[in-house]
């Protein structure tokens, strides 16, 4: 037999086997592999080109061509569901059906962790405190003993939104807003957003959240003010981290220390996220100092207390293991859905 009498067979071969799949229910897939798999009719046929004469090559590979890409097109077709009787049919709708869900949305990473650092407090029987965005110079810096041409504010690059209004720098100035309206014993957290003016990159951003905290009492010590931040920081990043106090300075308490827990990711062994140190620094805190009892006319002979503040973003790129802070900000889902 001639090869344009095979090719010629296989089409009609085909139709049949179309026309007994759309009767008996047969599989599309049965019909592709024994047509166009690797040892199907189409293949075979092919293999035979090898033995026809150079003059009828063309025109027989043409047919060939041809025959194989009929059958792919009529069965990508059938295997698509999109053929005639699929048009032809009726559009049938339930309208009592319920519809489908909408996907939930999730608590932000931020929400999450300002949530947990907060319950983490109030279980210790801190209470909440919150203060305005916009602020004076006097709450933000002087009352914090940061009189102005003090150069800790150069450390603080500021939004200023007159000569004395402005968007605060840090939650501290929360703790002046509520001393000078509540008398001690005192005992609050305070959360919220601030704002610097910085060159957003992997690290830093013109807005970030803080949360603060300030225990003023008589005889409070910087021993009460250890143990319940190494209290915080087990709760937070697991019983086994370890912590420590390194002296630094900030203007309203004195003296100041920086708070380092072990490194949760190398466990102390040193790696790129803590610099090879084994220790991650997580807050800044130290003894209320006495001029920022002054400015809320507490007695500093009578009250101490303790101040601590860390940044939310930083506790959330440690815990979920984030490196770049815009993420935070940028609401992209693919993220976003990760917590
Ligand atoms: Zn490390």
Redesign the pocket.
């Known amino acids: 037999m001639s090869i344009t009498d095979q090719i010629q067979q296989v089409r009609s071969e085909f139709q049949t086997d179309l026309k007994s799949l759309s009767s008996e229910n047969g599989s599309v897939d049965t019909i592709r592999i024994k047509y166009l798999g690797r040892k199907g009719l189409v293949a075979s046929l092919f293999v035979q080109m090898g033995s026809v004469s150079k003059e009828e090559r063309p025109h027989m590979g043409q047919a060939l061509n041809e025959l194989k890409s009929e059958i792919s097109t009529q069965i990508d077709t059938l295997g698509s569901g999109d053929n005639s009787q699929g048009e032809n049919r009726e559009e049938f709708i339930d309208y009592t059906l319920p519809s489908d869900p909408l996907p939930a949305g999730s608590i932000h990473p931020l929400s999450q962790v300002m949530e947990e650092i907060k319950s983490i407090f109030l279980r210790l029987g801190f209470s909440m405190a919150y203060g305005p965005e916009i602020d004076t110079e006097f709450y933000n810096f002087e009352a914090l003993n940061i009189p102005r041409h003090h150069p800790a504010r150069d450390m603080q690059d500021t939004f200023y939104i007159s000569e004395s209004v402005l968007l605060r720098t840090h939650t501290s100035d929360t703790q002046i807003h509520f001393m000078e309206s509540h008398d001690p014993p005192v005992r609050i957290i305070a959360p919220g957003r601030v704002y610097r003016n910085e060159d957003i990159s992997v690290r830093s951003y013109c807005l970030f959240h803080q949360i603060e905290g300030l225990y003023v009492d008589k005889g409070v010590t910087f021993a009460e003010l250890k143990g319940t931040l190494d209290y915080f920081a087990k709760e937070l990043f697991g019983k086994k981290v370890k912590t420590r106090f390194r002296p630094s300075y900030f203007p309203f308490t004195e003296p100041s220390a920086e708070m380092d827990v072990s490194?949760?990711?190398?466990?102390?062994?040193?790696?790129?996220?803590?610099?090879?140190?084994?220790?991650?620094e997580i807050l800044g805190c130290g003894m209320v100092d006495p001029e920022v009892f002054k400015a809320v006319q507490y007695n500093p002979e009578k009250w101490t207390g303790y101040a601590f503040g860390m940044g939310i973003e930083r506790m959330a790129m440690l815990k979920y293991g984030v490196e770049d802070i815009r993420l935070f900000y940028n609401g992209d889902v693919r993220f976003l859905r990760q917590f």
């Open positions: 490194c949760i990711f190398c466990k102390s062994k040193g790696c790129n996220i803590c610099k090879k140190t084994g220790w991650l």
